[in-house]
């Protein structure tokens, strides 16, 4: 290896990598001359060495002392470059933490685990969501994209945060979308919606692009982009505004004692909801006859999905078909 390569390697390094590989070639060479000029205070070269890093942190724990002028002299060097070298990597170190953390919290450090949830878009929905994975799972990781937020601190909320459009490539890249388990798109509410929803289209299209394979969970505000989303590769399209009519409906037309929306909210905090496939056990049977078989496992029957069509609460003589899909209520 030629110094011209050394060179373009040494220099190519971290800083910090380069003041540690520095630390210790100095340390080392302070460590051997002083072996070679008084072999009988300083027995081997690691004694030289150790003698070197203790003197150059102004330690000075004295079981190794120079005896002779000539050693003196080399400990004056070592104090004055050696010292000078060891406080300037410590002071490079703690700016380089400093600066590390500063750009986590600007979203300019890229992700590097796997089976991480990307979160597209920061807004009360999203902030709620993400305290709802922290609080069920703590070892979840989480990505969040956003390109209006400035900063997010981590010790305010457990995320990744990564500053940029979700549209572009290399953003998607920085969150390592191709090891990610799952997306989530949330609308953005602060724009008109049919605007907000070409948002949402675009940024499906290119994490699908990215990752051929992963859940992509779209929101969308108007009914005419739903099937453009899914055009676009979502998985699943959360249509908000049709959840949140039906429920003010139930809010205004619901019995009397009955408080739907409370109703709804703890129920999904503590239930979920799941389809399969008719078990083989049950081709043939009612609804009525069932409905016991799945509360032996502590979960209900809801209803059942034949055509496309969702029966909810059908009549209990209904006779389940093999092409059923059973809508199943079950705890988290």
Known sequence: MNLETFKHIFYRMPIVVRLLLSVFVVMLLFGVVIRLIEPQQFPSIFDGVWWAFV????????????????????????????????????????????????????????????????????????????EMIADKDANQEVVLIDRTLDELQYRHYPVHFIHGDPSEDAVLVQANIEAADSVLISSDVTTEERKADINTILTTVAVRGNNQDIPINAEILTISQVENAIRAGADTVISSNDFMSTLFYHELFHK????????????????????????????????????????????????????????MNPSEDITLAADDILIILSPW
């Open 55 to 130: 003197t150059g942190a102004t330690v000075g724990y004295g079981d190794y002392v120079p005896l002779t002028v000539p050693g003196r002299i080399i400990g004056i060097f070592l104090i004055l470059s050696g010292g000078g070298l060891l406080t300037f990597f410590i002071t490079t170190l703690a700016a380089k933490t400093i600066n590390h953390e500063s750009d986590l919290s600007e979203g300019k450090v890229s992700y590097k685990g796997k089976k991480h949830i990307v979160v597209i878009g920061w807004n009360e929905r999203t902030k709620q969501l993400i």
């Open 256 to 311: 009397k004692q009955t408080r739907p929306f409370e109703t709804v909210l703890n129920l999904l905090n503590k239930q979920q909801f799941s389809h399969i496939q008719l078990p083989e056990d049950l081709k043939g049977s009612s609804y009525k006859e069932a409905v016991p078989f799945f509360l032996e496992n502590h979960e209900l029957l809801l209803g059942i999905i034949r055509d496309n069509d969702w029966l």
